[in-house]
């Protein structure tokens, strides 16, 4: 009935267990606080220089300097993504796995999405070659790292 140090034998698995993650979840969490920190990054350099941030991207500088506005507001959602990746990532027990799996599943998704938007503008020919696959490997990668942590954070 009972083993090692008084603890009640049975196979159940500790509830201690059942919260860490593994290290496989561990590495994956890793990967993904380093997507949301730099999702603050991008969006601090597209709040503070969005027309070298479309540069970054193969815009022109006609073209960057007329939708600087639109690359501000890009700014501003990549900063709340990372930072709810991270409070999330941060919080542990508090947020809990279900509220790191939902932050990860929401930044995999808005990474699909952007990578659509990369292929779109490639295929339409508004962005060369060398930046419109950098812009789809770069977004696609992201979203496989974002899915990856999320099935992680549920274990």
Known sequence: MFGIRGRKST????????????SWGRTALGVAALIGAGRVGVGVVSLSQPVTALRLCGADTGTAARVAWMTRLFGTREIGLGAGTLAAIRAGEVAGPRG????????????????????????????????????????????????????????
């Not at 196979?11 to 593994?22: F, G, H, K, R, V």
């Not at 799996?101 to 339409?124: N, P, S």
């Open 11 to 22: 196979n159940e698995t500790p509830a201690e267990d059942l919260i860490a993650p593994s």
């Open 100 to 155: 790191r799996r939902m932050w990860l599943t929401i930044g995999a998704l808005v990474d699909v999405g952007d990578a659509l938007a990369f292929a779109a503008a490639l295929r339409d020919r508004r962005l060369g070659v060398v930046h419109g696959a950098g812009g789809i490997a770069i977004a696609s990668s992201s979203a496989a790292a974002c899915a990856a942590a999320a099935i992680a954070a549920g274990r």
